[in-house]
Every structure is written in C-alpha cells, then in structure tokens.
C-alpha cells in the first residue's frame, strides 16, 4: 500500500478553471432544469411516465422538475437490477480502467467544457463558494486509489480474491458530491466492472443528475457497457422497495447518522461514511486561533464536512467569541464565488439559518452586528448528541481549564461522538499526543497558537487518510465497515477466493495461543484466513510517516490501538456464534499489543467457543447476555467496543483490511510543517500504534 502514495500530480490551474466556469456561468440557462427535468435513465435511456415535481436547491428554493417512475417504471427498474444481480455470479472479471479513466481526466481537466459544467452545476445547485478546492482533491485522490485499485484487481487476477459484482448502489452527498460520491464510487466501482445504481435526491441534486448525463455521454463516446450506470428517480417509499430486493447489493452513503442508521436496516451492506462534531483544542485565543476558527466554522456556511463545531479554549468569553465573526460579510451569488477564489469565505447570502433571532435554542448567542451566527459559551462540554447544524454557522465553545481531569474528560467526549478531526493549537507539543492516546478518530491535525492547524484538508497522496468512526459500541448500527479514504471502493465488497485461503493454510502454522485459534476451526479456509489476518498485521501494523516522499507538512500514519484511556474491548460469543466467528475476531487482539485491552464473554451455552478460550490469555468471563450487560453496567470505565463476531474465518470473511477496521482506529496525525524531524519523533515513540507482538 505504501507504493500507492508519494507522487504529488498536477492539480488544475485555478486561473484557467475559474475563467471557464465564469464563461459557462453566463451561458447557463436555469430552465434547462425545467424543460430537462431529471428522470431515472436505464441503459443509457431515459423511462418515460411518472410524476412530474419540483427540485430545490441548498435553500430550499425551487430550482426545477424531476419525474419520480411510476408503477410500471418502477417495475422495470426491478427487473433491470434483479437482472444485473443474476448476472454478477457469472459476470467475467472486466477490466475497464483505460476508459473510465479517461472520462475522469476530462471531467477534471481544468480548461475542458466537462469541469466547468460540473463547477457551475454545483455552485447554482449547493451554492459552493470553491469547487477548485474540490477539483484539486480529486486529482490527488484519484492518483492513490486508481493505484489501490489496480492492486486490488492484479489481486483478483492472480487468484486471491474475487470482487463481487453486484450492482452498487450509491447515494448522493450534498457537498462533495462531485468527488466523494460520483467520482470516488462510481469510477472505481465501473472499472472494475460493478454495474452502479445512483439514486436521485429531491434536494440539491440537480447538479449530480447533470454529472450523470454528462458521464453518459462520454461512455458512449468511449464505448463503455451503458449497462454499468443507472440513475434512478424514485419516491422514497420506492427506494426502499427497491433497496430491500437487492439484500446483496453494496451500498455507498454519506450523509448524517439518522439517516444512516435507517439505510443500514434495509441495507446489510451499507458502507456509510457520517459526521461528527470536529473539535479544535487552543491554548489560548491568539488572533491566528481566531482566524483559524472564523475560517473553519463559516467555510461553506459550515456545510462541508471537516468543519469546526466545537472550540476548547480555557477561560474564553463570549465577548471574544463574538469578535471572532466581527464584519463577517456575504456572497451573493456564484458569480461572485468564483470571483473570489482562494480568498477568506464568507457567508452565502439567502441562508434560511436558525442563527437568528426568535429562532435560536436556548443558551446561544447571537452576533450583535446580526450576522448569521449563534455561539454558546460554557464550562461544560457539549452534549454527545450536538447537533451538526449543517450549513449553517453555530460553534459550541468550551471554556474549562487545561487539567488531567478534562483532558481525559475531552477524550472520552470525542470517543463518544467520533469526529473526523482534532486540531489541536498549543505550545505544548505534548498535549496532542495525550488526546492522540486517549481517542480514537482518523484525522489529527497539530499546530500551534500561533500557526494553527485548520479543521480542513486532507492530502491522500501525502499518505493523510481521512474518514470517520462512529462510537464503536454503536457502529454496526451504521455501517457495515467504516469507510477510510483513500481506499479501493470495491474492496468493501470482496471475499478471499478457496485456493488462496487453502494456499494459506499450508504456509507455516501459527504458535502459541493463535495456533489454538487455527486448531479449533474446521475448515482449510478458516484456518487460512486466520493467517492471512496474521500477515496482513505483521506487513501493515507499525507507524509510518511521509518524510521519504514529497510532502507540503508532515504525517504520521498507520493502524493504531483501542484508545489508551482504561477502556476495554468485550469479544462476546453468543450460543450461537462459531468457532470460526469467534477466532477471527479475537486473533487480531491476541496477535498485537492491544492484547491487554480486550476481554472475553462467553454465554455458558457455547461449550465449543468456552473450550477454545479458556486456553487463551484473555480474561474470560462465562455468563448470560443479562449477566455481562449487568457486569458492564457497573464498570468503572464503560466498554469501548461490544464485538458480537459476526464473519466466520473463511470464504465468507471480508478482506483483512475491511475487517480489522471493525476493532482499530487508523489515520493520521499531521504536523504543518515540512520535514518536522521532531513532531515524527514525538509522534511514532508513542505506544498507541499498533504492532505484532
């Protein structure tokens, strides 16, 4: 994996991406969404009949039609699915990538038609201030995981593993969409050969019906299989009845928890990726702290998904925070935004905000001049339920002193509520490190009080993964694997193939304890997957960093342990979890260092599971359901991660990587300066990353 980062590519030029976009905004005709109004289209073409209704953009304001399929519409969208469904068992392993590839060039070539378009759709759509930003990203994105994919497919083609080719479901995000849902999902899935399902959305989501016509088009042009994408316009009733008649399919979400956790209960394939409240810790409130702030928390009226919601400065005023936001002024419109690229954002205006007046929550403040802000100052920490307040400017401000206690106390409220990032601005290098241990997120960004670290950005050709953990006890309420970017999208739905695992199993047998683990599985298979998790641990485990390879600020990367903060691990086996469930879930443990943070509970009815851990060196405890929900009841710190083994070692395992992200934390931690000699020594001596014992 490691070969797959480095190459810092050309990104586009700003000054040649936004004249085209200025010439393609007055060109554009808002009633082409009127008079084109978005269908479901199936094989290239577009399903006549249905009802016609009205779209809006991001502030709520109609912006043009779309026609949901009517019954018999619906009907052949079924058959269409259900036919791509039969078909992935026979389906030959296709290899699409020159094509796909080229289409995705021009869609983020920065002087061609295709990249305008998509900007102007966005901006009229969401009201992006700055899609360069986003274009940028998608071109160092895309250089790590087309390499991630071609590994994955070399694997497949030498017989390690199989992809599953199912048609995928993706569902549009608001923001980003143009890279985290449309490029990322549906490029690495069709080269790949996965027929891809996008399902429409009512609300902003004009400008990724456009994306789709415009990929259509190019398809044709490249002779792609139009079989490989269809768009959907669909009631949400229909959705789901078209969702639970494909139980098999993978289905790739971004958007909020709620909504997650209703996809996930019709979709047992749900790869969702969801927000949390992202933190930023300041010693004091510097005035390049409070720029940092002012930047983070408005940065596309707070509707992008690394923004700041919650601020720890010790002794801080509501007075201060009010000055954060003073002569904080607005947009009007895209034309506007585009003039203003690369400069300090601002509010967008229109905003349909609650941060006004009669309208704010209890124990806010609104900004004195009238901007559209709202801030709550407290020496409390906000509740683990804060609301996001998506695209829209609120900040919740912590004012308690910097001691031991609230630093753990901090910890445990971002183990809880699992942000995407920290950024952490004090002179005390030290104190990164201690919240580093303590939780458990993907993304740490380190500076200083006076070069602080923004909540923003992420560079994944830098080896700066990004993503985000919900609280591990509730996880699989969500999602079925955490989704880490970068990483090869069809890997989420991929299975070891029999040879392998079978070529696995006659490799050295593992010692000691895991050798007990492969002793009480049945199959060839599981006792191969087991080492396969093995040497995937020993190759992958251990930090990183990217002072070997271009670099613009310097990261410390890799798979880390449970959160250093007396919290424990329960490996749960019902009496009905197998041997082979159980040893796949606990062999990760027991192989590594984070051995001394897991525990094991065994109901008394599984004798076969009870007989293979009591030879382990886990702490055992055998007892009912009831028994260990009364023991975790009492416990003096509460459990951060309730395992119930779910995937039997063997054929029906996922792949190494998917799978330990069930248990492990990974990211990184990024310091922003270049080749920081100290920030790397201080950062790989801590005992927080995992390792083979």
């Known amino acids: 994996m490691i070969s797959c980062f480095g190459d810092i590519p050309p990104v586009p030029c700003i000054e040649t991406l936004r004249a085209g976009s200025q010439r393609e905004l007055k060109s554009f005709d808002p009633q082409t969404w009127y008079k084109d109004p978005m269908v479901s289209i199936i094989d290239g073409k577009p399903l006549a009949g249905g009802e016609e209704l009205d779209t809006t953009d991001a502030w709520g304001k109609v912006n043009g039609r779309q026609v949901y399929a009517d019954a018999s519409g619906e009907a052949l969208i079924h058959e269409h699915i259900q036919k791509l469904t039969a078909a992935a068992g026979q389906r030959p392993a296709a290899d699409y990538r020159a094509a796909a590839r080229k289409i995705e060039d021009r869609f983020v070539d920065e002087g061609g038609e295709l990249a305008h378009k998509l900007v102007v759709n966005q901006a009229v759509d969401f009201f992006k201030q700055n899609s360069y930003e986003e274009m940028s990203e998608w071109v160092q994105a895309a250089t790590v995981e087309r390499r991630l994919n071609d590994r994955l497919l070399d694997e497949e083609s030498e017989g390690k593993l199989s992809i599953r080719r199912e048609p995928a479901f993706v569902g549009c995000v608001s923001n980003f969409s143009n890279f985290l849902d449309l490029s990322r999902k549906v490029f690495r899935n069709i080269e790949a050969g996965v027929p891809v399902v996008v399902l429409s959305r009512d609300a902003i989501g004009q400008h990724m019906f456009r994306w789709f016509q415009l990929l259509v088009e190019e398809m044709k042009k490249e002779g792609l299989p139009l079989s490989l994408v269809t768009f959907v316009t669909l009631s949400i009733p229909a959705k789901q009845r078209m969702l639970t008649k494909s139980p098999e399919s993978p289905f790739y979400f971004t958007g909020s928890r709620a909504v997650a956790k209703e996809l996930r209960e019709v979709c047992p394939h749900l790869m969702a990726g969801m927000v949390g409240p992202n933190t930023m810790v300041a010693g004091k409130l510097t005035p390049e702290v409070a720029g940092a702030v002012r930047h983070s928390s408005v940065i596309e009226n707070a509707g992008q998904c690394t923004h700041v919601r919650h601020l720890v400065v010790p002794g801080v005023t509501k007075e201060q925070i009010a000055s954060i936001y003073d002569g904080l002024t607005e947009t009007k419109d895209a034309a506007e935004a585009f003039s203003r690229w690369g400069q300090p954002q601002r509010l967008y205006a229109g905003h349909p905000t609650t941060a006004k007046k009669g309208e704010v929550e209890e124990g806010y403040h609104l900004h004195p001049e009238g901007t559209p802000v709202a801030y709550r100052v407290s020496s409390e920490l906000p509740p683990d339920d804060l609301d996001e307040k998506w695209r829209q400017v609120f900040l919740d401000v912590t004012t308690a002193p910097r001691t031991d206690d609230f630093v753990d106390k901090l910890s445990d409220w971002l183990v809880k509520t699992g942000p995407i990032t920290l950024a952490v601005n004090d002179d005390d290098p030290t104190l990164a490190v201690k919240f580093f241990e303590k939780s458990s997120l993907t993304v740490y960004n380190i500076g200083t009080s006076t070069a602080p670290a923004?909540?923003?950005?992420?560079?994944?050709?830098?080896?700066?993964?990004?993503?985000?953990?919900?609280?591990?006890?509730?996880?699989?309420?969500?999602?079925?694997?955490?989704?880490?970017?970068?990483?090869?999208?069809?890997?989420?739905?991929?299975?070891?193939?029999?040879?392998?695992?079978?070529?696995?199993?006659?490799?050295e047998k593992l010692t000691g304890e895991l050798g007990v683990l492969q002793d009480s599985v049945g199959s060839t298979e599981a006792k191969g997957y087991l080492r396969e998790l093995y040497d995937f641990l020993v190759e992958a485990t251990g930090p990183k960093d990217n002072n070997c390879r271009p670099h613009r600020r310097t990261a410390v990367w890799g798979w880390q342990r449970p959160p250093l903060n007396g919290m424990v691990s329960v490996i749960r086996a019902e009496?009905?979890?197998?041997?082979?469930?159980?040893?796949?879930?606990?062999?990760?443990?027991?192989?590594?260092?984070?051995?001394?943070?897991?525990?094991?509970?065994?109901?008394?009815?599984?004798?076969?599971?009870?007989?293979?851990?009591?030879?382990?060196?886990?702490?055992?405890?055998?007892?009912?359901?009831?028994?260990?929900?009364?023991?975790?009841?009492?416990?003096?710190?509460?459990?951060?991660?309730?395992?119930?083994?779910?995937?039997?070692?063997?054929?029906?395992?996922?792949?190494?990587?998917?799978?330990?992200?069930?248990?492990?934390?990974?990211?990184?931690?990024?310091?922003?300066?270049?080749?920081?000699?100290?920030?790397?020594?201080?950062?790989?001596?801590?005992?927080?990353?995992?390792?083979?014992?």
């Open 454 to 507: 923004l909540n923003v950005s992420a560079l994944p050709q830098e080896s700066e993964a990004f993503g985000e953990f919900p609280d591990r006890s509730q996880m699989t309420k969500y999602t079925k694997f955490p989704v880490i970017v970068p990483s090869p999208t069809p890997a989420y739905h991929a299975h070891y193939t029999a040879q392998y695992l079978q070529k696995k199993a006659g490799a």
């Open 575 to 693: 009496a009905s979890t197998t041997p082979e469930a159980f040893a796949a879930a606990v062999l990760p443990f027991l192989a590594t260092n984070a051995k001394d943070c897991v525990e094991v509970s065994v109901d008394p009815a599984n004798k076969a599971v009870r007989d293979v851990a009591e030879k382990l060196s886990a702490p055992l405890k055998v007892e009912t359901a009831e028994g260990l929900e009364g023991r975790n009841a009492v416990r003096e710190r509460p459990v951060y991660n309730l395992i119930h083994p779910e995937y039997d070692a063997g054929l029906t395992g996922p792949l190494a990587a998917q799978f330990l992200t069930l248990f492990f934390p990974l990211g990184h931690c990024k310091s922003m300066n270049k080749n920081d000699s100290a920030f790397i020594e201080r950062f790989k001596a801590s005992p927080k990353w995992l390792s083979v014992a």
